[in-house]
Every structure is written in C-alpha cells, then in structure tokens.
C-alpha cells in the first residue's frame, strides 16, 4: 500500500482499516482487511490479489511440507 499510493497511503491505510472494523491489532485482520481491499479503488485491489496470492501460496506450501515430513 505505501509503496503503490506513496503519500497518500496512511490516509488510504486509515481508511481501510476503519472500514474492515479494525484497530490494527488483530491476529486474524487479513482475513477480514482483504475484502475490504477487494471493493477499493483499482490499485488497492491490485494490492488484495498480491497478498492473496502471497497467503495461498504460503498455505500451500506449508500443507507440502507437512505432508513431506508426515511420509518420513
């Protein structure tokens, strides 16, 4: 988001986070900031498919591994 919308980020940021109901501080705020991000201006939703695809491919990834290390 900083690096895409540059000085207007932490207004965007802001917004945001007020719109998917969140302090910042939550341990499960991807989950409800993506679709806000989705339903936002076309950049920010560049920003929610990147993370998207970030998210699946770690939990992907992690279910590999463990499925390896489970045939050991």
């Known amino acids: 988001m900083y690096r895409v919308h540059q000085s207007d980020a932490p207004r965007l940021?802001?917004?945001l986070i007020r719109a998917a109901g969140l302090t910042g501080q939550e341990p499960d705020a991807l989950d409800r900031l993506?679709?806000?991000?989705?339903?936002?201006?076309?950049?920010?939703?560049?920003?929610a498919v990147a993370l998207q695809?970030?998210?699946?491919?770690?939990?992907?990834?992690?279910?590999?591994?463990?499925e390896l290390r489970s045939q050991e």
């Open 13 to 15: 940021w802001a917004e």
């Open 53 to 66: 695809i970030r998210v699946t491919s770690y939990d992907c990834l992690a279910a590999a591994l463990l």
């Open 34 to 47: 993506l679709p806000v991000m989705t339903a936002a201006d076309p950049t920010t939703r560049l920003c």
